[in-house]
């Protein structure tokens, strides 16, 4: 079975431009969450989607968007990029909004120059 | 505001011997504790979990040990193995589940032979 795939695997964009960045749950899972992880730091917590619905929501500016499609993959879009959004973007997939347990995938490096 | 204060942030072991990393919480609605391993270039990768119910859980040579009171918890890796050479961070939820997890700021293991 496949797991958590992320595309694109890098990317490298301007100051200023919009991103977006997609995942695929593993099949059957119907909640993703959306972590940030700045290098040598822990993912912080940006979104999560379960039945397409934000079900909750981290501290990031309104700059950061996302969607959940009814095939329960999603897209995360982050506008007018910062410098500082220069990261891994790690998408995560459980069952369940009530799941114990969430499995990530390999990420989608930013950066932004 | 980090609510996980993990330690040490880099530890060196020998092949065989015991590593330990401890992790510190501060909201005490956390009531779901993960241990994650994240190689370079990989997505965090599931290790171990446990519930406050419980001081202690096991899974091969990884075990969590929790202490309520303190607000602490720590994972020992027995035996280690220069594959276990990674980066490892304790996370915690509120909700009991792995939908909105806290991530301390990691722990560089490396395992020498």
């Known amino acids: 079975d496949a797991g958590v795939t992320q595309s694109p695997t890098h990317l490298i964009k301007t100051r200023g431009q919009q991103v977006t960045l997609r995942c695929s749950p593993i099949s059957g899972h119907k909640s993703v969450s959306w972590y940030q992880q700045v290098l040598g730091q822990g993912p912080q917590f940006i979104f999560q989607y379960y039945e397409k619905e934000e079900r909750g929501r981290g501290n990031f500016p309104d700059r950061f968007s996302a969607r959940q499609f009814p095939n329960y993959s999603s897209e995360l879009n982050v506008n007018a990029l910062l410098l500082g959004d220069s990261a891994l973007y790690l998408c995560?997939?459980?069952w369940g909004q009530g799941a114990s347990e969430a499995f990530f995938g390999q990420g989608t490096r930013l950066t932004v120059v | 505001q980090q609510q996980v204060k993990q330690s040490p942030q880099s530890l060196i072991v020998q092949k065989g011997g015991i590593s330990i990393i401890n992790c510190a919480y501060e909201n005490t609605a956390f009531d779901y504790f993960p241990w994650y391993q994240q190689f370079p270039g990989k997505g965090p990768a599931l290790l171990i979990a446990i519930r406050p119910d419980v001081s202690e859980k096991k899974e091969g040579r990884f075990t969590i040990s929790f202490n309520k009171s303190a607000k602490q918890f720590s994972l020992h890796i027995m035996d280690s193995q220069p594959g276990d050479s990674a980066t490892y961070f304790c996370a915690a939820s509120g909700t009991g589940t792995a939908s909105k997890l806290t991530f301390g700021t990691g722990t560089r293991l490396q395992v020498t032979l």
């Open positions: 995560a997939s459980s």
